[in-house]
């Protein structure tokens, strides 16, 4: 077997010459497994993989060791994932547990002022989603509504998993930002 470019003689491969494309063939399976080691998820870690390269695509010839660069990169998208699912409790799994302790133990899950607090900030946020132009709607119902992967709203929607990102990021932001105005976040 003949030696490549990217080959050293002892077999090891130099990720330091390889372009993008073959360092992608080259990664692929092994930042897979990575990612997949990581959030227990394969499509979750599809789209961490899939970002990462993306990330080094723009930066690739400024980065000197991209190897070490893309397996960072997976691990702190990695970490920004397990950080979401640790805040974010679907609303849907919220009343489930409220009525569940409400039949387990005979007491009310929220006390009425809470309820209707709650009640309220859920209402209004219904009413502000179903105000968003309809790309953005589409997005957010389909992520938390339908708890769609980055990658499956992408295909739904027919625009890039980077752009729901984006969408996403922005969404949540200018929501937040209208119940910090409204008085239910401080």
């Not at 969408?167 to 105005?181: P, Y």
């Given at each position: ?17 390889l372009d993008l ?13 990575y990612?997949i080691r ?10 961490l ?13 400024e980065?000197?060791?991209p ?7 997976v691990y702190n998208?990695?970490?920004?994932v397990?950080r979401?699912r ?8 919220r ?12 007491e ?14 859920i209402?209004?946020l ?9 790309r ?5 119902q389909l992520?938390?509504?339908k ?12 625009i890039?998993?980077?752009n729901?990102?984006?969408?996403l990021?922005h ?9 910090r105005?409204?008085?239910f976040?401080?």
């Amino acid at each position: 077997m003949a030696l490549t470019e990217s080959e050293s003689p002892e077999g090891r491969i130099n990720y330091d010459v390889l372009d993008l494309a073959g360092l992608f063939e080259v990664l692929e399976k092994p930042v897979m497994a990575y990612a997949i080691r990581l959030v227990r998820d394969r499509e979750t870690a599809q789209d961490l993989v899939q970002e990462a390269f993306m990330r080094l695509y723009p930066l690739f010839d400024e980065i000197e060791k991209p190897r070490p660069w893309i397996y960072r990169t997976v691990y702190n998208l990695a970490m920004n994932v397990h950080r979401k699912r640790n805040r974010m409790v679907h609303l849907d799994e919220r009343e489930r547990e409220h009525a569940q302790r409400f039949v387990e133990n005979g007491e009310a899950p929220l006390d009425p002022e809470s309820y209707m607090h709650y009640q309220e900030v859920i209402d209004f946020l219904m009413q502000r989603v179903s105000e968003l132009d309809d790309r953005t709607r589409k997005v957010v119902q389909l992520k938390f509504e339908k708890d769609c992967s980055y990658k499956q709203i992408s295909d739904q929607l027919g625009i890039s998993v980077s752009n729901v990102g984006y969408i996403l990021h922005h969404a949540i932001k200018d929501l937040a930002a209208t119940l910090r105005k409204e008085g239910f976040l401080e």
